[in-house]
């Protein structure tokens, strides 16, 4: 009873690469797909967006990833445009110098020919140089119907200390085209005599970044980011406008559109802490300070805490926390008279405060699919009643604050 | 608020340098593995708040670059 | 797959290795899904269950093509109809065998030669069965190692349960180190096994065989008697091109009995026999 003597180990090799020859049947997970919407809506029905996003990353193997995302960004309603109320009706003329438009008396002046969409697209390709460096290139370009942006950025990442610590060397460079509608206007000059240049300006930026991850323990990583960033050219912006008041009644004059610097130097410092904690809920704490030329200094703090559950829903509070001081060539409004050689009345430039409180609900399906689902309030507040204020200005709101919902959607999936 | 600002820089330098003795060896990074444990977890979420913050305050950046500019500032 | 697996990947960081084995966790349980013949809802129980025949799947049809490929060349020592003789050898009851009678009732319901194969439709006499359990745990070694080189170039190394195989050296060019076990010594290496690419796989019946009057019957039954031989090594393990292969010829040699060196030293091929 035994087993012919011929070589069965030749013919079971034949009969093997027939059997493992033909492709494998299994689902390849190629791309890392996230997708989000986004749905943002100031309050008394000013600045409202959607704004769509899709970003897919693929794996190219031995930790090289190529991924490309595209976000469509849709804006409309009507946001502050620096001016002050006034006990009178004001007019107001379109940006593209066709018609106007009219604010009633004691109204904040809000500009509501803001419709825009933006289509943004960004690459971005990672791959090891050894086994412990890596470096990313990245490309990014964004359409809007008056403005247009082009970017380029590497990062080099260096790994030190059994990968316990990685620094980031980081460049990138943008290059900013702004054509507003009705041309560039000349700045500080009368919003009533139309005094326009030329059809686009321009203005560039480069931005460098160091930056150190330290893995503290096996549950928590601590990350310091130091940035510079050097901005030259068109500064402005061309659709906003700073009010001249009467020196005892307060009352507008006369309306000019704003200017400010050609150039701006930022510095910034990040640093994010990040620790799970024996139950698997996650802490985030992050502080920036920024600093820059202009004269603002700002603060944020952000907060989130990841409740996670045994079902695989995870609960995740979020609170935000900011603060600026005002622009050098931040006035709420000139006097007449004041010659200033920069100004600007633009509320972001202006001392404020800012919270945001949120929540984000979601879920790991499995490895294949997850979705969340985000909701926030923003409200950022500044000095409505400033000192400076005199006549009737005294009487009106000259910050007039923001208060914006957001609602976003996630649904990450493998493709 | 410069000099305050050169003290932070140089707290974080000494910091960074004096990181040597932190650390896990790469068998306990079961948790810091986790996808949700990246520095970078939730990307969307933060190209959002920038993009947001971008165009309601004067300041932006700082965790990595803005990327893809917008003329709402 | 009732034993301890693993997937051993020499990569840069941990997501690249927690995704490869993911994919690899997702490509077993896959396999152990379609084939397991301890499912009710897989192409296994239908093929059972089906009377006059069913049309299977091309991954299936391979693998029925395979077990046909090793009845003909092992003429019947190998045969995945034999998995009904379960039912007389009960080897968690260590000390009963079954009858004659017993076997000789079952004996008429195993042989391949009687099932009807034409690719893709199979028909399986009422009263048959077939079992992958003697391909299916090589099969899905080399399948997950496969799926993972094609979404890799690191060095992997799957190992289920000891049958492993491997795709290559280790970055640093030094082979796999894989311990042997030594059946007198459970959990004690007895060879270490340099393995730089390819497989091993072993059959024995260390742990699954029945003493009765101090002749021990190992689990691995020769289809063709429904008895298994009282001569066989207690393992022989093979290393071969895929860890099918070795899987096919480590059972066939056990089979062999006071034979088995003898015939894996006609076969040309490395391997560690173990009485």
């Known amino acids: 009873m035994q087993l012919n003597k011929k070589k069965v180990a030749g013919l079971l090799s034949a009969a093997t690469c027939t059997l493992l020859g033909s492709p494998v049947q299994a689902e390849e997970n190629d791309w890392d797909v996230d997708s989000a919407v986004l749905f943002y809506a100031e309050s008394d029905g000013r600045v409202s967006a959607f704004e769509p996003v899709i970003s897919a990353t693929k794996d190219l193997g031995d930790d ?75 490309f990014n370009i964004s359409k809007e119907y008056d403005f247009t942006s082009l970017g380029v950025n590497a990062l080099w990442q260096h790994d030190t200390n059994k990968r316990n610590t990685t620094y980031s060397y980081g460049i990138s460079a943008e290059l900013d085209d702004i054509a507003p509608v009705g041309k560039v206007p000349e700045p500080l000059t009368s919003m009533s005599a139309q005094n326009k240049g030329a059809s686009s300006d321009s203005r560039n930026i480069v931005d460098l970044l160091f930056g150190v991850t ?22 402005t912006d061309p659709y906003k406008f700073i009010s001249v008041v009467d020196n005892t009644s307060g009352e507008p004059t006369d309306i000019l559109f704003e200017g400010r610097p050609d150039s701006r130097s930022r510095q910034s410092l990040y640093a994010k802490y990040k620790k799970m904690l024996a139950n698997k809920d996650i802490f985030t704490a992050s502080y920036r300070f920024m600093t820059d030329d202009w004269g603002i200094d700002s603060n944020t703090f952000d907060f989130t805490y990841r409740f996670m559950f045994n079902s695989g829903y995870y609960l995740q509070p979020h609170l935000r926390l900011y603060d600026q001081s005002e622009a050098d060539f931040y006035n709420y409004f000139l006097l007449t008279g004041e010659n200033p050689t920069y100004a600007s009345a633009d509320y972001r430039l202006g001392e404020m405060e800012a919270t945001t409180v949120g929540v984000k609900f979601g879920r790991e399906l499995d ?25 009737q200005l005294t009487q009106q709101d000259l910050y007039p604050g923001l208060e914006a919902t957001i609602v976003q959607f996630n649904y990450s999936f493998k493709w | 608020m410069k000099t305050g600002f050169q003290w932070v820089i140089l707290c974080a330098i000494l910091g960074a340098s004096g990181c040597s003795s932190l650390g896990v060896k790469p068998w306990e990074r079961n948790l810091l593995a986790r996808e949700d444990m990246l520095m970078e977890a939730d990307a969307i979420d933060l190209a959002f708040d920038e993009h947001i913050y971008f165009s309601k305050e004067a300041s932006s950046g700082g965790q990595g670059f803005a990327g893809g500019g917008c003329g709402c500032n | 797959m009732a034993s301890p697996c693993e997937v051993l990947i020499e990569c840069k960081t941990k997501p690249t290795a927690n995704k490869l084995i993911r994919l690899a966790q997702r490509e077993a349980a896959r396999i152990e899904r379609k084939f397991s013949r301890y499912r009710d809802d897989n192409i296994v129980y239908r093929i059972n269950e089906g009377g006059n025949g069913i049309t299977v799947d091309a991954e299936t049809a391979r693998l029925l093509d395979f077990a046909q490929h090793c009845y003909e060349l092992s003429e019947g020592w190998f045969d995945i109809t034999s998995g009904i003789l379960r039912r007389a050898w009960n080897f968690s009851d260590r000390d009963s065998i079954p009858t004659q009678q017993q076997i000789d009732k079952l004996l008429p319901q195993i042989g391949w030669d009687k099932v009807s194969w034409e690719n893709p439709r199979l028909s399986v006499p009422l009263g048959m069965e077939i079992d992958f359990g003697g391909i299916g745990k090589e099969y899905a070694v080399d399948s997950v190692l496969k799926l993972l080189q094609s979404q890799s170039e690191h060095s992997l190394m799957v190992n289920f349960g000891g049958d492993c195989n491997a795709s290559g050296p280790m970055i640093d060019g030094s082979a796999w180190m894989t311990g042997i076990e030594n059946p007198h010594r459970p959990g004690d290496a007895s060879a270490v096994i340099r393995l730089k690419n390819g497989a091993l796989a072993t059959s024995g019946d260390v742990f699954r065989f029945i003493q009765h009057d101090g002749i021990r019957y190992g689990h691995i039954l020769d289809p063709r008697t429904g008895w298994p031989n009282t001569d066989s090594p207690l393992s022989v393990t093979v290393a071969a091109a895929t860890c099918t292969e070795a899987g096919i010829l480590s059972t066939l040699a056990m089979l062999q009995g006071m034979e088995a060196e003898q015939f894996l030293d006609q076969q040309e091929i490395k391997y560690w026999c173990y009485r």
Do not use: C
């Not at chain 1, 289509?119 to 460096?133: C, F, G, L, Q, T």
């Not at chain 1, 330290?214 to 500064?235: C, H, P, R, T």
């Open chain 1, 64 to 138: 090289e990833t190529l991924s490309l995302k595209l976000v469509i960004d849709s804006l409309t309603g009507a946001s502050a445009n620096g001016a002050v109320p006034s006990t009178q009706v004001q007019t107001f003329t379109r940006p593209s110098g066709n018609g106007s438009y009219t604010v009633d008396p004691n109204e904040t002046p809000l500009d509501d020919t803001f419709k825009d969409t933006r289509v943004a697209y960004s690459m971005n390709w990672e791959k090891p140089i050894d086994r412990n460096n890596r470096r990313n290139l990245g």
């Open chain 1, 214 to 235: 330290q893995v503290i323990d096996k549950s928590s990583l601590f990350q310091v980011n130091l940035s510079l960033s050097e901005a030259d050219g068109y500064m």
């Open chain 1, 367 to 391: 490895d294949q699919h997850s979705w969340s689902v985000r909701l926030e309030q923003y409200l950022q507040s500044g000095d409505a009643s400033p000192s400076e204020a005199f006549g």
